[in-house]
C-alpha cells in the first residue's frame, strides 16, 4: 500500500507502478464514491475494453506460433556454428 497526499487543488497522484499496473492511460477518467471508510476510483472504461485496446496496439509485435514443420526446422538447425 502506498500513502499518497491531498493537494490544495484537491488532487492526488496515483503510484506510477499502480498506474502501469492497471493500465492506465493519461486522461482516463474514474468515477468516484465514499464507502464510508475509503475512497473507492474505478475508471469509466471497464477493463474488459482497456485491455481490447492494449491488445490491439501490441498486435503488430505478437508473432505467431511457429507450426510443427517450424519447430522441427528450427531445432534442426540449431545451434548454428
Known amino acids: 500500500m502506498k500513502t499518497v497526499s491531498l493537494t490544495s487543488k484537491n488532487q492526488v497522484t496515483l503510484p506510477a507502478a499502480q498506474v502501469r499496473q492497471a493500465h492506465l492511460k493519461k486522461g482516463t477518467k474514474f468515477t468516484s464514491r465514499w464507502d464510508g ?9 471497464p477493463l474488459e475494453e482497456m485491455l481490447a485496446e492494449i491488445h490491439a496496439e501490441m498486435r503488430p509485435f505478437i508473432k505467431k506460433p511457429l507450426s510443427d514443420a517450424e519447430l522441427q526446422a ?3 538447425d540449431w545451434p548454428k556454428k
Open 37 to 45: 471508510k475509503a475512497f473507492i476510483l474505478e475508471p469509466e472504461q
Open 74 to 76: 528450427a531445432l534442426h
